[in-house]
């Protein structure tokens, strides 16, 4: 029995070795000790300065890898990575894209939008707004000759998540955005629905002029209830 409780203590430590190593290099560069690009010292002076073995770091450097913040070159060396949003968007894709109804995520959508719109309405500067008028200019013509309006309409919303100015929100929009692509293009087919879209997108724009959080709160809430019911209702709440 007591030999058993030895084999489950030693992996224990052994964990706990390799991620202190990993809290400390994760540390130094929150503190700017490190950069995007520096290269780390090689396994041995690793070894050495946390007073490790060699193979604690190479567990470290391969956790490091996996979390997308160091990446080993061909020519030799571990660096540390310059991250995108794109390394975000990723694994949020695959996780929102795998065994999660479309009800989750237009669920989600229905949290995260109305915030970015309200966001956006405090920070939004006048060329945005601008471009905004625009866009729903073009949207309006395209509704009024019975066109195709998809690519206004998504650039209407990413206008708005630009203005937010928190990338972090907007990437995160972007992956519900690719998971819904294929079911938002059937729900913005009929004329019906492209007035109700242009009706929303006109009192959002008018939030986000008067620089009224609330309201832009409330429109873009609206608007994506209605359109995430719609949705559900033309797919029959399908999985993504």
Do not use: C
Request: hydrophobic fraction near 40%; charge should be negative.
């Amino acid at each position: 029995m007591g030999g058993s409780s030895l084999t489950v203590i030693e992996p224990i430590r052994r964990i706990r070795l390799y991620q202190g190593i990993v809290q400390q290099i994760e540390g130094l560069l929150e503190k700017g000790d490190l950069r995007p690009g520096d290269q780390l010292p090689p396994e041995r002076q690793l070894a050495e300065q946390f007073q490790v073995s060699r193979a604690s770091v190479r567990e470290a450097l391969r956790t490091l890898e996996l979390l997308g913040i160091v990446e080993t070159r061909a020519g030799g060396g571990t660096f540390v990575r310059r991250t995108s949003p794109d390394d975000l968007a990723r694994p949020l894709t695959s996780l929102m894209s795998r065994g999660h109804s479309l009800a989750d995520v237009i669920e989600f959508r229905g949290l995260i939008e109305p915030a970015i719109a309200a966001l956006a309405a405090e920070r939004i500067a006048q060329p945005q707004l601008a471009e905004l008028a625009e866009i729903f200019a073009a949207q309006e013509r395209k509704v009024a000759a019975s066109e195709p309006y998809a690519d206004e309409d998504t650039r209407f919303h990413e206008v708005i998540g630009e203005a937010s100015r928190n990338e972090l929100l907007t990437t995160m929009l972007g992956v519900v955005w690719d998971v819904m692509r294929e079911s938002r293009e059937q729900w913005l087919q009929t004329n019906q629905r492209a007035h109700s879209s242009l009706d929303a997108h006109r009192r959002i724009l008018a939030a986000l002029g008067a620089h009224d959080s609330e309201a832009a709160r409330r429109a873009a809430a609206e608007h994506i209830k209605a359109v995430g019911e719609g949705i559900l209702r033309l797919i029959g709440g399908s999985k993504t």
